[in-house]
C-alpha cells in the first residue's frame, strides 16, 4: 500500500501518438489536508475512494489505498467534495519497462501536462522518454489536492 512515483512536466504533444489507453477523470477532494488527502474519482464508469498520507521528505513515496466504489456512489460524493474538481485526460504510455500516466489537465488548470511513473522501489532506474520535462516529484504544487486549491491559471 506504499506508492513511491516521480512526477514530471511534459514539453510535447508526442505522448499522445505513442498512448496505447487513454480516457477522461474527474475527481474531487473529500478532504485535501497536507497530512492525508481524501479522493474521490469518476474513471470511465466506475468510482473510486482513495485515501493517500502524507508524502515523504523527497516526494517520493506515500501510503495509498483506493477502493472501488459504484459510479452512482463516486457522483454523489463528488457533490460533497472540496471547491476546485480536477477535470482531465489521461494517457497510458508504455516506455521501457514502465508505463507512464499523462495528465491533460482541462478548465483552472488548462495547459498543464504532467506525468508520472510509478516504481517498485525508490532507487528504481527507469528510461526517460524525450518528450518528459523537468522532474517535479515532491513539489506539493503539483499534486492533484493543490491543484483544487490553486489552480495552473493562477500560478505567475
Known sequence: MIEIERKFLVKSEVFKNKAYNSFNIKQGFLNSHKERTV???LKKDKGY???????TENGLSRFEWEKEISNIEAENLLIL???GIIDKRRYEVKFGNHT???DEFFGDN????????ELNTENETFKKPEWLGKEV???IKYYNSQL???PYKTWK
Open 39 to 41: 479522493r474521490i474519482r
Open 49 to 55: 475512494i482513495t485515501v493517500k498520507g502524507k508524502s
Open 81 to 83: 467534495c472540496e471547491e
Open 100 to 102: 507512464f500516466e499523462v
Open 110 to 117: 488548462e495547459g498543464l501536462v504532467i506525468a508520472e511513473v
Open 137 to 139: 516529484t515532491g513539489d
Open 148 to 150: 483544487s486549491k490553486q
